[in-house]
Antibody, heavy 120, light 107 residues
């Protein structure tokens, strides 16, 4: 059974930092691209970042470029999102997602999310 | 950035009825379109990928069609568990973008 377990969310002041982690199990982690997608309270979905199997291809939404860094450790079956210079508009539930085997920019499994709240 | 517009915003139907949801892209996305279902308090679930392929475990009452700029998701006969919010997503161009969602509610 595929499981994606996010952690690391919490309350942080504007300008602060957080590091999200996503522990994956139930599939061959080093064979699939991973992404982070966020959802502000009561709002729609926003793609945040993508990382390829090897980590050689990495992409970001313009709204987080230069502030967020995605990475993965295939030996630990974990993907990370380092979030710096956080803003109020980054407040959201952050989902870790697994890329589909044949359409890796589409997300066939999602974690339950970790809530990030940016507020003073 | 490719903008996806979903219509209607809300669809009020009864169980057993047919639901047709629309997603229109601001420019062609070929067939690089997915549909997701989200229920309250839950993560989204992939229903359809590449415009018309059902994801693993998705019932046959869900079908997707379209290419280019105009897409639709059809639920042939609504079951009680199908009342939810549905999102489309394109992956033709970065940034990947989602539509604003269609809520299918019980009439």
């Amino acid at each position: 059974e595929v499981q994606l377990l996010e952690s690391g969310g919490g309350l942080v002041q504007p300008g602060g930092s957080l590091r999200l982690s996503c522990a994956a199990s139930g599939f061959t982690f080093n064979s699939y691209a991973m992404s982070w997608v966020r959802q502000a309270p009561g709002k729609g979905l926003e793609w945040v970042s993508f990382i390829s199997v090897s980590g050689n291809s990495i992409y970001y939404a313009d709204s987080v470029k230069g502030r967020f860094t995605i990475s993965r450790d295939n030996s630990k079956n974990t993907v990370y999102l380092q979030m710096n210079s956080l803003r109020a508009e980054d407040t959201a539930l952050y989902y870790c997602t697994k890329g589909h085997s044949s359409a890796y920019y589409m997300f066939d499994y999602w974690g339950q999310g970790t809530l990030v709240t940016v507020s003073s | 950035e490719i903008v996806l517009t979903q219509s209607p915003a809300t669809l009020s139907l009864s169980p057993g009825e047919r639901a047709t949801l629309s997603c229109t892209a601001s420019q062609s996305v070929s067939s690089y379109l997915a549909w997701y279902q989200q229920k309250p308090g839950q993560a989204p679930r992939l229903l359809i990928y590449d415009a018309s392929n059902r994801a693993t475990g998705i019932p046959a009452r869900f079908s997707g069609s379209g290419s280019g700029t105009d897409f639709s998701l059809t639920i042939s006969s609504l079951e009680p568990e199908d009342f939810a919010v549905y999102f489309c997503q394109q992956c033709s161009n970065r940034p990947l973008t989602f539509g604003g969602g269609t809520k299918v509610e019980i009439k």
